[in-house]
């Protein structure tokens, strides 16, 4: 089984100031981690994603995330926030055995950038 | 943009009645996977086709069944709708070489649902 829990479901940031979206996660097998971005009226989009390489993950928009798994978390940051940046933001894991590619979600963060 | 299209992109059904949805993959992709998106919540995994085969379903009762084409597109078919049914219904593309592999999804913009 596995399962992710998104700790704040609203964040609200000033323009250029820091990110942190957590993120804590449950996985019976070696997990693969995921952060999607959900911009309204358009599609799911990879940030980045960990399967067991390095545990810091740098993905795109200046976007990075760290795997502790001592913590079982994996929290997404970025040193200064866009206008742009304002979005619901996704925590995913992934089990990796026979079930197929099934992702299981967090139940989301609306990120809000203010001017 | 994702190369994945989904059709139509709004549609108003009432309890009952039976929906179908339509995507279609991005080029060379051969795995697709949908997902239900009610809102206020995050995605929640209906079931994956691989290679025109069910490769794995989430917890969804029957009445939610899919195809997948040898052209690899797709539909989601909803027998009975109900109210709880109405949501954003996401479709994701992939190329998996075998199975069990855990590749990258590319996510269609989605179809929402209303059941009245």
């Known amino acids: 089984a596995q399962s992710v829990t998104q700790l704040d479901s609203h964040v609200s940031v000033s323009e250029g100031t820091p990110v942190l979206l957590r993120c804590n996660y449950s996985s019976s097998y070696s997990p693969s981690l995921f952060w999607y971005v959900q911009h309204p009226n358009k599609g799911l989009q990879l940030l980045l994603k960990y399967t067991s390489a390095a545990t810091l993950v740098k993905g795109i928009n200046g976007f990075e995330a760290e795997f502790k798994k001592s913590e079982t978390s994996f929290h997404l940051t970025k040193p200064s926030a866009h206008m742009s940046d304002a979005a619901e933001y996704f925590c995913?894991?992934?089990?990796?055995?026979?079930?197929?590619?099934?992702?299981?979600f967090g139940g989301g963060t609306r990120l809000m950038v203010k001017p | 943009e994702t190369g994945v299209t989904q059709s139509p992109t709004h549609l108003i059904k009432t309890r009952g009645q039976q929906v179908t949805l339509r995507c279609s993959s991005q080029?060379?992709?051969?795995?697709v996977s949908w997902y239900q998106q009610a809102l206020g919540q995050g995605p929640q995994f209906i079931f994956q086709y691989y290679r025109e085969e069910e490769n794995g379903r989430g917890n969804f009762p029957p009445r939610f069944s899919g195809l997948q084409f040898p052209n690899y597109s797709s539909e989601l078919n909803v027998n009975a709708l109900e109210l709880d049914d109405s949501a954003l219904y996401l479709c994701?593309?992939?190329?998996?070489?075998?199975?069990?592999?855990?590749?990258?999804?590319?996510f269609g913009s989605g179809t929402q649902l209303s059941v009245l």
């Open positions: 995913v894991v992934s089990a990796r055995n026979n079930a197929g590619n099934m992702l299981t």
């Open positions: 994701a593309s992939s190329f998996k070489p075998l199975p069990g592999t855990n590749e990258k999804l590319f």
């Open positions: 080029s060379g992709h051969n795995t």
